[in-house]
Each structure stands twice: as structure tokens, then as C-alpha cells.
């Protein structure tokens, strides 16, 4: 099968890719090192910030099956350009939260923008692959990691410096609009078609709300560890303050740990993929992400849980790209339905992962709902072996 002709080298559109995906990285761990400072301001309990945190993943959920829909129907460049801008954009409504329900709202049309923003993002670097002819999806989801990591030091130093949270995400807003307004030029224009299995011919195309077992058990790799990495998105800031008692400079540590060994993993992850195999290193990464978080639960001292965190990044690095990677080369269903729908039961472990920490928490402790979420890891540890027989298969 041909492919549609390039307008740049393949470079360009790499490089365009990861300025979106580093735009993104650094909106959302902008809004995460500032949960603690927002439940300040509101007065929030931690049962309190377990329910309004249902509202981001609440709003990807919702937003789920347009965003797969709009992508494959115009695109992922055109969806990113129209709509890209609102995901930075809504972080001035999280700013202006007066109350409880202000709050929730806000974050769940920020949700609802991450996920347009990152169905759209996700199909241009599957098709930056497919033009490489290797495995480079790693890199993508690593620069997003890095931009969490510059974000949780900017976000310290900020703090450190007495900065509000308008002022912090104003900032933000107007980086994104300009690196949106440069970047948008050099998008892959396609949506590059996969080759078509000989047993595919004469068949119907399968719906999005259809997805073959293997698109399935994608997703519950990912809701395995995506509920991992919204704990420690949302509560690890929480936790260095609230159980282990520090200052609120260092309280920063352990979330810049994580992201700092997250992004490290996936810069790795497209050379590890090929040296052991997707499966193994899933395999490998839910055994890691376990104990991570029972080394931050068993010892409760600064300096450990930080390393108990680096565990945490290191294992959940490489989860969510492979899952990716393997739906987007699916022939069934197009780039943009398949990892929308991966992505839809994926985004279950962050509705449920964040909240499940704030009820456990309030009527145990936070060492209590860390160690119940360690298990959790590894989901992705005992299916991955499920997916041996459909890999070759794709189906």
C-alpha cells in the first residue's frame, strides 16, 4: 500500500509531536503540584478531594467517544488544532474555584479537553512511528513525563517564591499558546492506514463500542497502571505533607521523583521493547510498581519513600506506551477508535484509583489506601501474559 506523500521529513513531524506531548506533560503536572495548595484554599478534608477528583477522569470518560470519533473523522491534525488551546486554557477555571461545586466543574472540562487533546496527540505519534519504521512511541510519552518533571520544579520554586496559583497557571496558559501557534504548522496532514489482514476482506469494519479481546486487554493493562499513576499524580504532594510531615518545599520530592524516573523509563522504553519484548517488560513493570509503593507504605521516612517513588515512575514508564503502540497497530479498528477505547478503560484507574485514596484514607489512613493501590500494580504484571496468543494477531 502506498503511503500519502510527506511535506517535511519525518524529523519535523517528530519534533512537532513532542512539543505537544511537552505541552501537555507540563499543563497537567501544573495542576497536580497544586492540588495540596487548592485544598488549602478551599478548605477541603481528604474525603473532600477524593470526590472532586472524580471530576477529571469523569470529564475523559465523557469526552472519550468524540474524541475518538472527531479523529478519525478529521483527523488528529485538525482536532488538534481547533481544540488543543482549551486544555491550558481551563487551567484559569481551576484558578477561579471559589467552592467545592465550582471546582468539580472546572476539572471535569479540564478533563474533558485532556482527553481530545490527548486521543489527537497519541494518533500523531502512532503515525510518526509508522513513518520511522521503529519503535519510537516511548520517546513521546518520555518528553510528556520530562514536562511533568520541569513542571514539579517550576511548581516548587514558585511555591518557594510565594507565587499564587493564578499568577502560576496564567504562565502556563500563555506558554502553551505560543508554542501551539508554532507548532501547529508541522502536524503529519494523515492519519496513515495500516495493511489489511487477507482474513479482513469481504469483512464489516468493526464499531468503536466493539472492540476485539485484544483491544480489551490493552485496556485493563492500562486501568492497572494508569490508577497507579493517578495516585501518584493527585496524592503523592499529599502524602510527603500530610504522612511523612515535611515542609511544603520538599513535599514536591517524591511527585519530581516519580516523574523524573517516569520520563527516564520511557526514553528508554523503545530500546528496551525491542531487547526483551513488550510482554516481559509489562511484565517486569507491574513486579516494580509494587515495590515501589509497599517500600513507601513500610517506611515511612522522606528519603525512602522518595526512592519508593522512583520505583513507582520507573514502573509505570513503559505500561501505557506499549498499550498504545499495540492498539494503534491494530487492522480491525482505525488508530484513533483503538486507543481511544484503550484509553477509555485505561482512564477507569484514574476515576477510581484517586477517590478510592481519599475514602480509604478518611476512614483509615493514607498508608493504608497506598498499600491496598500497590496491588493494583500488579494487574499488569498477571495480564500481560493474556496477550501473548493475539499479539501476532492483532485482533
Keep these: 500500500m502506498n503511503e500519502p506523500a510527506l511535506q517535511y521529513k519525518p524529523l519535523t513531524y517528530r519534533l512537532a509531536g513532542i512539543s505537544l506531548f511537552f505541552i501537555q506533560g507540563i499543563v497537567f503536572s501544573t495542576w497536580a503540584c497544586r492540588i495540596a495548595d487548592v485544598k488549602t484554599k478551599l478548605h477541603l478534608t481528604d474525603a473532600d478531594v477524593g470526590s472532586v477528583l472524580f ?10 467517544g468524540i474524541s475518538g470519533y472527531l479523529v478519525t473523522r478529521f483527523t488528529s491534525r485538525t482536532v488538534i488544532r481547533c481544540f488543543s488551546i482549551f486544555y491550558p486554557a481551563f ?19 479540564f478533563g474533558m479537553a485532556a482527553n481530545l487533546n490527548n486521543i489527537s496527540i497519541n494518533t500523531q505519534a502512532v503515525d510518526v512511528e509508522r513513518i520511522y519504521g521503529r519503535a519510537v512511541l516511548g520517546t513521546f510519552h518520555g518528553v510528556w513525563s520530562l514536562a511533568g518533571f520541569v513542571g514539579g520544579i517550576v511548581s516548587a520554586m514558585l511555591v518557594g517564591f510565594h507565587v499564587g496559583i493564578w499568577a502560576h497557571f496564567t504562565g502556563i496558559v500563555i506558554f502553551a499558546a505560543i508554542a501551539f501557534a508554532i507548532t501547529q504548522k508541522f502536524l503529519a496532514p494523515h492519519d496513515f492506514p495500516r495493511e489489511v489482514l487477507p482474513s479482513d476482506v ?37 502524602y510527603f505533607r500530610d504522612v511523612l510531615k515535611t515542609d511544603p518545599e520538599v513535599s514536591r520530592a517524591g511527585f519530581v521523583s516519580f516523574m523524573c524516573a517516569m520520563a527516564s523509563g520511557r526514553f528508554l522504553s523503545d530500546y528496551v521493547t525491542m531487547k526483551i519484548g513488550s510482554l516481559r517488560l509489562l511484565q517486569i513493570s507491574g513486579v516494580v510498581v509494587f515495590f515501589g509503593l509497599m517500600t513507601s507504605v513500610i517506611f515511612p521516612i522522606p528519603s525512602v519513600a522518595t526512592i519508593g517513588f522512583l520505583l513507582v515512575g520507573f ?11 499495540l492498539a494503534g497497530l491494530s487492522r480491525r479498528i482505525s488508530s484513533g477508535m483503538a486507543i481511544a477505547t484503550v484509553a477509555t478503560i485505561g482512564f477507569f484507574g484514574f476515576l477510581a484509583g484517586p477517590p478510592f485514596i481519599g475514602y480509604i484514607a478518611d476512614l483509615s489512613s493514607l498508608r493504608v489506601s497506598f498499600a491496598c493501590m500497590a496491588f493494583m500494580g500488579l494487574v499488569v504484571t498477571f495480564m500481560a501474559p493474556i496477550l501473548r496468543s493475539r499479539v501476532a494477531e492483532n485482533n
Design 91 to 109: 487551567l484559569l477555571l481551576l484558578a477561579s474555584a471559589e467552592s467545592l461545586r465550582t471546582l468539580f466543574f472546572s476539572l471535569m472540562l
Design 315 to 325: 514502573g509505570v514508564s513503559s505500561v501505557v506506551p506499549t498499550c498504545y503502540r
Design 55 to 64: 471530576a477529571l477522569p469523569m470529564g475523559q470518560l465523557l469526552a472519550m
Design 202 to 238: 469481504g469483512k464489516k469494519p468493526r464499531s468503536v463500542w466493539k472492540p476485539t479481546p485484544f483491544i480489551l486487554a490493552l485496556g485493563v493493562l492500562a486501568l492497572g497502571s494508569m490508577s497507579c499513576e493517578g495516585t501518584m499524580f493527585d496524592w503523592s504532594v499529599i
